[in-house]
């Protein structure tokens, strides 16, 4: 029985003690200007990457990404996201002082759904700079930002030039 105490409490509780203490006394680094640590990145992408799964598993893009969807989604993608996440036709240009990294989407793309991708541009991502841009746009609106982020590097042929058109 002794063993199984020593084994329970080395096991169950003192890894989640420490680590309570490990934040608690401040030996977690919280500079924005610092990479943070391989293992903090990706436990937080991995949180969000899930939370962003399970809170879209039921939504349902209405009707298809058009070509017109995919252009009024680019045109509000240069107009509101591109100064944070990349412009369409301009070469690679991430800012690495700011923390966390902004995803530049037309070089990278992304391997999030238009669900998923509506969520996000909607609600935002808590303790990230993605704000929540719902009240914003409307329904359709972010739709179509949707639709065009997740073809954003695999555009129909034209789509870009009519984006990217002066009026």
């Known amino acids: ?10 096991a169950i509780v003192i890894p989640p003690v ?13 500079q924005a200007d610092v990479r943070p640590p391989t293992w903090e990145s990706r436990v937080l992408f ?13 939504i349902v893009m209405p009707g298809a990404a058009t070509e017109e969807r995919l252009v009024r989604g680019g045109k509000l993608f240069m107009n509101g996201c591109a100064g944070c996440h990349g412009e369409l036709g301009k070469p690679f240009g991430e800012d690495h002082t ?3 990294r902004v995803p530049q989407l037309p070089h990278i793309g992304t391997q999030y759904t238009e669900p998923q991708i ?5 609600h935002g991502v808590r303790m990230t700079a ?10 359709e609106e972010l739709w179509s ?17 009519r984006i990217l058109a002066k009026p």
């Open 130 to 139: 993605m704000s929540a841009y719902g009240r914003f746009y409307s329904e």
């Open 118 to 122: 509506y969520l996000v541009v909607k």
């Open 46 to 58: 991995a949180a969000v990457h899930h939370s962003v799964a399970r809170q879209a598993a039921g």
């Open 145 to 161: 930002i949707a639709a065009f982020v997740r073809q954003i590097r695999n555009l129909p042929v034209g789509v870009q030039e």
């Open 18 to 30: 420490l680590v309570f203490l490990f934040f608690r006394l401040g030996f977690a680094d919280a």
């Open 98 to 100: 700011n923390y966390p």
């Open 1 to 10: 029985m002794k063993s199984f105490l020593t084994g329970f409490l080395v």
